[in-house]
């Protein structure tokens, strides 16, 4: 679970497993329409075994804690606490902070690439972004936290996770790469390194969640996630498609027509 900005022990994010949910339909409905963080409260259900719930705990309170304090600076004992356990019941899931550590981050990477989706290279182009930098938005308006601990460990040079960046992150950018690369020479997108493509789309997406206080002193707006967000759905995006040369696909808008 992920585990949002709040006092003690008030939660106010998704599971891992619901916000794979929440990226298969967040363009079926208009922005305006997903809930603001503070109304994504999910508890562990009735159903679930004890085991899980402990988990899950766990991982929500560890997102929280890593992302205030860092790898370096969390302590097991403010996990605990956080998830309202003793410490001995950590360990027991998770056999020390490193391990712990790694499967928030994992997950959280793994959340942002299931954002893509199943592009294919005869899908259209634009409408491929488009849903894909809304669902990178969406995950950084609600999971805030989640970007912010990734971001920390990638600025201090990813010691912990350094191989799972040149190893999955690695071979999923090629993979989908070679789909933009069958987009450029069909002329339907710049001509543009997709490795860099991508450092893009997680540049402008992910700094509404990692530089949100700037972004909120420079701006002064009252309602940040309404605010911020709405602007960033719209312009931003058009910006960023502009940018990458996008074209609409005229075959299949006729198909679809």
């Known amino acids: 679970m992920i585990w949002g900005p709040g006092s003690g022990g008030e939660s106010s994010k998704l599971t891992i497993r619901s916000i794979q949910v929440q990226n298969a339909s967040v363009m079926e409905a208009p922005q305006a329409n997903i809930p603001s963080?503070?109304?994504?409260?999910?508890?562990?259900?009735?159903?679930?075994?004890?085991?899980?719930?402990?988990?899950?705990?766990?991982?929500?309170?560890?997102?929280?804690?890593?992302s205030r304090k860092g790898y370096d600076g969390a302590r097991v004992e403010a996990i605990a606490q956080k998830a309202g356990i003793p410490k001995g019941n950590v360990l027991y899931y998770f056999k020390s902070k490193k391990a712990l550590y790694r499967i928030v981050i994992k997950q959280v990477l793994s959340l942002w690439l299931e954002a893509l989706g199943n592009v294919s290279e005869e899908g259209n182009p634009e409408e491929a972004i488009r849903q894909y930098v809304n669902r990178k938005l969406a995950l950084s308006r609600n999971h805030p936290e989640a970007s912010r601990l990734f971001a920390m460990e990638v600025i201090s040079g990813a010691p912990i996770i350094s191989d799972h960046l040149s190893g999955e992150l690695r071979r999923w950018v090629e993979e989908k790469g070679r789909i933009f690369k069958k987009w450029q020479e069909a002329g339907l997108m710049a001509k543009i390194d997709p490795a860099h493509a991508f450092f893009m789309i997680w540049a402008v997406t992910q700094t509404y969640a990692d530089f949100e206080a700037q972004i909120q002193a420079v701006t002064g707006v009252k309602n940040y996630d309404q605010e911020i967000y709405s602007d960033a759905s719209g312009e931003v995006v058009d910006a960023l498609v502009r940018a990458l040369g996008l074209i609409r696909d005229q075959r299949c808008s006729v198909q679809s027509a």
């Not at 963080?37 to 804690?65: C, F, H, K, M, Y």
């Open 37 to 66: 963080r503070l109304d994504r409260i999910e508890t562990p259900t009735s159903n679930q075994g004890v085991g899980a719930r402990q988990r899950e705990r766990i991982l929500r309170a560890a997102t929280l804690v890593f």
